[in-house]
């Protein structure tokens, strides 16, 4: 079945620095990937929606100067946050689906950010 | 506005039955998922409903009204391992999932 690899699974970051965190649809062409962010007992917040070619689109609230979204190629879309803090420890999760046969979404296993 | 509710906890015993009702309010229908998440993880894809009526598998069934909003997650002879928060989502007519606030379900021997 279709599968979405997201890497790295955990990472540990200093405050200032950025981390890239990377999705990709590993048997399907992934033309839409969604980020989304899941704070403790809280459900999914989705942060924005990638799609091929083009800029993210952002929900409200997400700054996009700080979590940069790069879909280059139908397989392969990246999260960057960039000059981590504290408050942006999270687990972040990836998803993707292959529309064109209707098929559901499929999530990455997902990345816990812990920034110190 | 887009809405998902279903109940915040819900409490059953180890070889019971027990049902999760979700309703949906969403400009759009594209398919309804129920996801099992256990803490600390990722959700994992559990149905996909489209069409009316139910689904089943294994030991799990899903149920769709789309007329109604309304849909459930039938989990039958309950394992300690089904403690788990259950997510329902709601497949916008962007493609975008609306998702519920999840309902933790507790499995008591």
């Known amino acids: 079945g279709a599968v979405v690899s997201q890497h790295p699974s955990r990472v540990i970051c200093k405050s200032g620095t950025s981390v890239k965190i990377e999705c990709r649809s590993l048997?399907?062409?992934?033309?839409?990937m969604f980020w989304y962010r899941q704070f403790p007992k809280q459900s999914l917040m989705l942060m924005a929606t990638s799609n091929e070619g083009s800029k993210a689109t952002y929900e409200q609230g997400v700054e996009k100067d700080k979590f940069l979204i790069n879909h280059a190629s139908l397989t392969l879309s990246t999260l960057t946050v960039t000059s981590a803090h504290p408050e942006d420890s999270s687990f972040y999760i990836c998803?993707?689906?292959?529309?064109?046969?209707?098929?559901?979404?499929?999530f990455g296993n997902g990345t816990r950010l812990t920034v110190t | 506005g887009q809405n998902i509710d279903q109940p915040t906890e819900m409490t059953a015993t180890e070889g019971a039955i027990v049902q999760i009702n979700c309703t949906y309010q969403?400009?759009?229908?594209?398919?309804l998922f129920w996801y099992q998440q256990h803490a600390g993880e990722a959700p994992t894809f559990l149905s996909y409903n489209v069409l009316d009526g139910l689904e089943e598998k294994g030991r799990f069934s899903s149920f769709l009204s789309r007329s109604k909003g309304y849909s459930y997650l039938l989990l039958k002879e309950l394992q300690m391992k089904d403690s788990a928060s259950y997510l329902c989502a709601v497949l916008d007519s962007n493609y975008q999932l609306i998702w519920g606030a999840g309902t933790k379900l507790i499995i008591k021997p």
């Open positions: 048997d399907f062409q992934a033309t839409t």
């Open positions: 969403t400009s759009g229908f594209n398919g």
């Open positions: 998803s993707a689906s292959g529309l064109s046969d209707n098929s559901p979404l499929h």
